[in-house]
């Protein structure tokens, strides 16, 4: 098993930056596909970006593209997400997640593993 725990969320300016974290413990990170969701209160958890385990490939949803970039640090067992030009639509909880899996999936159905979040909001 792994156990994730996110951190970088906070209260942002339109336009911000953010880094968000996922430390992994327990087992290699890298052994899993890793992946951000966000949710906001009363809405389904939306995919945002995901990175595969092995290649590192990555995976964006359309409004992530050009401004999200996911990375990982295999040495620190760390994942992260780098957000810019936030907006509000952007203020979600932000969850970190993990699939044992040869395919990414977008679906946070086939994820394992959770972080409890942590919230972004953006302020205009």
């Known amino acids: 098993q792994v156990q994730l725990v996110e951190s970088g969320g906070g209260l942002v300016q339109v336009g911000d930056s953010l880094r968000l974290s996922c430390a992994a413990t327990?087992?290699?990170?890298?052994?899993?596909?890793m992946a951000w969701f966000r949710q906001v209160p009363g809405k389904e958890r939306k995919f945002v970006a995901a990175?595969?385990?092995?290649?590192?490939?990555?995976l964006y949803t359309d409004s992530a593209k050009g401004r999200c970039t996911i990375s990982k640090d295999n040495d620190k067992n760390m994942v992260y997400l780098q957000m810019s030009s936030l907006i509000p639509d952007d203020t979600a909880v932000y969850y970190c997640?993990?699939?044992?899996?040869?395919?990414?999936?977008?679906?946070?159905?086939?994820?394992?593993?959770w972080g409890q979040g942590t919230q972004v909001t953006v302020s205009s």
């Open positions: 997640a993990a699939e044992d899996s040869v395919i990414v999936h977008t679906n946070p159905k086939f994820y394992d593993y």
């Open positions: 327990g087992r290699d990170a890298n052994m899993y596909n």
């Open positions: 990175i595969g385990r092995g290649t590192g490939a990555t």
